[in-house]
C-alpha cells in the first residue's frame, strides 16, 4: 500500500445506544442547573485555568455527555475551583458543583483507573 504522508482519523460515528450515560445522569439528578447548559463558552472564556493549559469546561461537558471518559480526569485536575465561571454563567450553572460531581462520579462509576 503506498503511503502518502496522512491517515484517516477513527470515525466519529455517535453510537447513542452504547454511550455510558450513568455520570452524566449522576451530575443532572445532583445539580439539575447543568442539563440547562448550551455550550456558550463564557465559562471556558472566564477560566484562569484555561489561560494557563489546554482546560476547557465547554469541551469537557461535550465528553461526558458523549461517554469519552478517557482523559476527562488528567483535565479535570487542572481546574483549581476559582468560581469565575460560576459568575459569568447565563444560565446559573454551579459549574464548581459540577467539576466536583464528576470528580466523585468518576470514582463511584469507576470510569478511571
Not at 9 to 15: D, G, M, N
Not at 29 to 43: D, Q
Not at 94 to 106: F, Q, Y
Amino acid at each position: 500500500m503506498k503511503q502518502f504522508g496522512f491517515a484517516t482519523s477513527k470515525s466519529r460515528t455517535i453510537e447513542y445506544e452504547k454511550i455510558n450515560s450513568a455520570l452524566i445522569s449522576y451530575i443532572v439528578e445532583n445539580e439539575p442547573s447543568f442539563s440547562s447548559c448550551m455550550s456558550c463558552g463564557s465559562c471556558t472564556a472566564t477560566c484562569s485555568a484555561a489561560n494557563l493549559t489546554f482546560f476547557n469546561i465547554r469541551r469537557l461537558n461535550m465528553q461526558i455527555r458523549l461517554g469519552e471518559f478517557e482523559n476527562i480526569r488528567q483535565e479535570i485536575d487542572k481546574c483549581m475551583l476559582c468560581g469565575k465561571c460560576l459568575l459569568v454563567c447565563p444560565r446559573g450553572i454551579n459549574t464548581r458543583n459540577v467539576i466536583m460531581l464528576i470528580k466523585k462520579g468518576l470514582v463511584t462509576f469507576n470510569l478511571v483507573e
